[in-house]
Structures are given as C-alpha cells and as structure tokens.
C-alpha cells in the first residue's frame, strides 16, 4: 500500500520499520522539524526522521498542516492509507479526508480511558492494573475515532512509565501491521468508542513534578514510577551546599511511619501521609548516572532522621 507515515519520537519508530520491513511503499515521512539538543545545541533529527533517512523515504516537517499549500502537497502523495504515530501536529479535516482508507492512528491506551497527550504516565499514575495500544480511524475529536484494533498489557508493580513506553512499542508495530495487513483484505472493522469511560491524559506539567509526602506512599509511589524517567519527579534536601533537587526515578510502598518527608533508614525509606516509600533509585538533578538509594545516601551523607522537602 502507499503509505504516508506521521510521527515524531521513539515511540513511532518501530511502526515505521515494521510497516517498511512489511513491504508498503512510504511515500513520505511527515516528522516534527529538527530540534536544537545536547551541550552544543546542534540541530538534531527526530527519531523519525533518522529512520526515514536510512530507510530513504521522503522527508516534510511542516510547522502546520492547514492552508490549500499544506493540503495540496499531501495530495500529491496519492496515499491509500495515512499512519499516525505521536506526531505533534493536529491533521485537519482536509487531511484526514485525502487518504483512499483514511489516517489511522496507534494511541498507547485502551480507548477511551486516557484520550489525549500523556496516556503512558496517567496510566501508571492512576495505578491502573493495564495498559496497551488502539488502532483507531481518526476524526476531528480528540482520540474519538472508532477502533480496529487493541492489544492490552499488565502494568506490573513498580513499572515506570518508560518500561511501559518500551513495551508498547513493539507491541504497537505490530498491531499497525495487522491493521492494515487486514486494510488491503478489506476486512479492517472498526467498532465506535463508547460513551462510558472517557478519561483525558492531560500534558505532564512542570508541576507535578514535585513529590508532596504528606500523600500516602501508594500515590508517592505511583507519582514516581509514572514520570520517570521524564520529567522525573523530586524532592530537595541539604546534601552539603544548601538545598538541592534530586529526582527519584523508581519507588515501591514500604512500610513505616513517621512525620511526612523523614528519611526512616538507610534504605532510603521514607515516611509519606500514610505508610512509606522505598526509594529504589535516585540521581541528582543535572547529574548523568543513577544510583541505588543506599548508595546514593551514602554518599550524599544522608541520614536517618533527615528531613526531605
């Protein structure tokens, strides 16, 4: 089939090397432009846009799709069927109307729970026992589209939201596959979402960000795991020069008590509202590497009886 791939991060990357390895013609690859990243600010390439690359696919990164310019080069694609992946830029309906087959998206939830622009982290956040991936056929609304496809997953205890992101990749590619190995049979069904169960996944703020004790160590917990490794919740401490950020990037329940944000021992343990949080791995805020909890007390001089902020 010819296809026109949309999609930015690393998330999309192996639908689109499936859907090559599978032997559609990618006739273009729409990505975000590149972006200004690492200690020089060099221009870099969304992961998309590499594999588009050394696949040898044509490239756009269009700041907007509206406008008869944006509507008349997608056109000339010809395309049988539009491939959406976390791209970036919302399709107008001009768009969504010139594929022969329409533009199918891969959404990582189970529709309708978790519509919109973080689905991964919500669902680790809200401590919700699955996830998984949709193939849905986009409309104007937002994820309201109907469904093809689903395969669902179990978010086990103490998975953060980048080894779910992971696992969903894969899981992801090849559910697209399916979905149009089944598209060029003419037996791709889609089923109306239902009214019931409509959760948004709102954008991770900033805000969030900061881990607040006085929370029970379930939803410390699930704060953490769900936006690691980024944003990356935190807390500060005194580590020697005055406060500091440091970011937790994985936390499991534990048990203790004391008043919220006391460190209870040298496992990194730490009172939260009720119960308490073991704090499996942390780093310091602008630091590369990670370390056990323990490791990082020690070497952080913190102890027992300290007071996290």
């Known amino acids: 089939m010819r296809v026109v791939f949309m999609g930015t991060p690393d998330f999309a990357v192996p639908t689109l090397q499936r859907l090559a390895e599978d032997g559609h013609d990618i006739v273009a690859v729409y990505t975000r432009a590149p972006a200004k990243a690492g200690r020089g600010m060099a221009l870099r390439p969304s992961p998309v846009h590499a594999l588009a690359d050394r696949l040898g696919a044509p490239v756009l990164t269009p700041a907007s799709l509206k406008g008869p310019e944006a509507v008349a080069t997608f056109a000339e694609h010809r395309a049988d069927v539009a491939v ?16 022969g087959h329409g533009c199918l998206n891969l959404h990582g939830s189970l529709l309708p729970r978790w519509r919109g622009a973080a689905p ?26 109907p469904v093809a496809l689903e395969a669902r997953l179990p978010i086990s205890t103490g998975m953060t939201a980048g080894e779910l992101h992971d696992a969903l990749m894969p899981l992801g590619a090849g559910l697209m596959a399916e979905a149009l190995r089944r598209l060029e049979r003419g ?13 948004y996944a709102h954008k991770i703020t900033n805000d969030e960000a900061r881990i607040d004790w006085s929370e029970s160590a379930e939803a410390v917990a699930r704060k953490v795991n769900g936006l690691a490794p980024f944003p990356g919740a935190f807390f500060e401490a005194d580590l020697g020069k005055g406060l500091e950020r440091v970011k937790v990037l994985r936390a499991l329940a534990a048990a203790g008590t004391s008043a919220p944000g006391t460190l209870l021992d ?10 308490a949080v073991r704090l499996v791995e942390l780093r ?4 590369g590497g990670s370390a056990s909890g323990a490791d990082f007390l020690r070497g952080a001089r913190l102890e027992p009886g300290a007071r996290l902020a």
Do not use: H, W
């Open 84 to 99: 959406v992946v976390a791209y970036g830029l919302l399709l107008p309906q001009a768009i969504l109307d010139l594929p």
């Open 120 to 145: 991964i982290q919500r669902a680790v956040m809200a401590g919700d026992a699955e996830s998984g991936v949709g193939v849905m056929r986009m409309e104007a609304g937002l994820d309201t589209g």
């Open 284 to 287: 310091r805020a602008g630091k």
């Open 266 to 275: 040298a496992d990194a343990t730490v009172a939260c509202g009720s119960g």
């Open 187 to 199: 037996n791709l069904a889609f089923t109306p979402q239902p009214a019931e169960g409509v959760v």
